[in-house]
């Protein structure tokens, strides 16, 4: 299962999307639309962030502080909308309020409805990222013994983590695409990732 579905699968099911609903008064319908509009957007804005140095090295930092193992759905309800939408402003930079038009114009909803629900799944769509990668670092380290306290971030490069959880074909579908398309399973960028963790 690529990162794109595993989010969405964890992101979209009944729970996780009736503990937005709760919390923004919008309904399962219009809270489940919008969360698989924005989480494939999100993804490839993290993509290209990423693609620089700093930006890789930004993104490790940020998801090393969103750890949560809790439940999909518990980490929606409880989430903090002030950390949220500072991620998302840092997601999306200056193009924030463009994604959001569009978003609405996708949706129906209003600018700060879209806004409130971005907020609320940024640190749950970080920690889904972190632990996706954590998770199955941990399963392949066969030294896991030897890493000691190590956060399972340092751990990303030479783990083999990237190709066991998205598929080993990576690179050829990023070859077959336009430059500047980032690969919208999450695998571009998880590999610029583990560059950033070497």
Not at 172 to 181: C, F, L, S
């Amino acid at each position: 299962m690529d990162l794109l579905q595993l989010l969405l699968g964890s992101m979209t099911n009944q729970s996780s999307v009736g503990s937005v609903s709760g919390k923004t008064g919008l309904s399962d319908k219009q809270v489940k639309k919008l969360m698989a509009l924005a989480i494939p957007l999100l993804i490839k804005y993290m993509t290209k962030n990423a693609s620089s140095g700093n930006g890789a090295q930004s993104l490790l930092g940020a998801l090393a502080q969103h750890t949560s193992q809790k439940d999909m759905a518990d980490q929606l309800g409880d989430a903090d909308e002030e950390d949220g939408g500072k991620i998302i402003s840092h997601i999306l930079g200056s193009n924030q309020s463009q994604v959001t038009q569009d978003l609405s114009a996708q949706t129906g909803l209003d600018s700060s409805q879209i806004s409130q629900v971005l907020a609320i799944m940024a640190p749950a769509l970080m920690s889904g990222v972190s632990n996706a990668a954590s998770t199955t670092a941990a399963a392949g380290n066969t030294g896991a013994s030897q890493s000691g306290g190590a956060s399972p971030l340092s751990m990303l490069a030479g783990s083999g983590i990237f190709g066991k959880l998205f598929g080993r074909d990576g690179a050829a579908n990023a070859q077959a695409r336009p430059a500047g398309d980032p690969g919208l399973d999450g695998s571009d960028l998880l590999q610029l990732l583990m560059k950033a963790a070497k």
